[in-house]
Nanobody, 122 residues
Framework: VQLQAFGGGLVQAGGSLRLSCAAS????????MGWFRQAPGKEREFVAN????????YYADSVKGRFTISRDNAKNTVYLQMNNLKPEDTAVYYC????????????????WGQGTLVTVSS
């Protein structure tokens, strides 16, 4: 399984970006997927998760109401739409496939993308 995240960039506060994560393999639709982020000097933290069917989503409190996770199983792709971005959203964003364990912890994810940098200027 390979995950490739892209779509990061530089944006002003209040702006929007959409991240994409393309997955290889034929079993993408069987797995829940998540987004995490790591800001400079900080630990990696949970951002959002989406169930295999796309019917249920979970968000960190810090992004709730501003970010939306979605997926297209026909395209083996998961998305993260980020609106009303804030400087504190600046981080490297990673997509990951959930294995077993709590969806809020990175240890529950068994495959990771390489990360894409999002920089939000004030």
């Amino acid at each position: 399984v390979q995950l490739q995240a892209f779509g990061g960039g530089l944006v002003q506060a209040g702006g929007s970006l959409r991240l994409s994560c393309a997955a290889s393999g034929r079993t993408f639709s069987n797995y829940n997927m998540g987004w995490f982020r790591q800001a400079p000097g900080k630990e990696r933290e949970f951002v959002a998760n989406i169930r295999w069917s796309g019917a249920i989503t979970y968000y960190a409190d810090s992004v709730k109401g501003r970010f939306t996770i979605s997926r297209d199983n026909a395209k083996n792709t998961v998305y993260l739409q980020m609106n009303n971005l804030k400087p504190e959203d600046t981080a490297v964003y990673y997509c990951a496939r959930q294995g077993t364990g709590s969806l809020y912890t990175e240890h529950a994810y068994d495959y990771w993308g390489q990360g894409t940098l999002v920089t939000v200027s004030s």
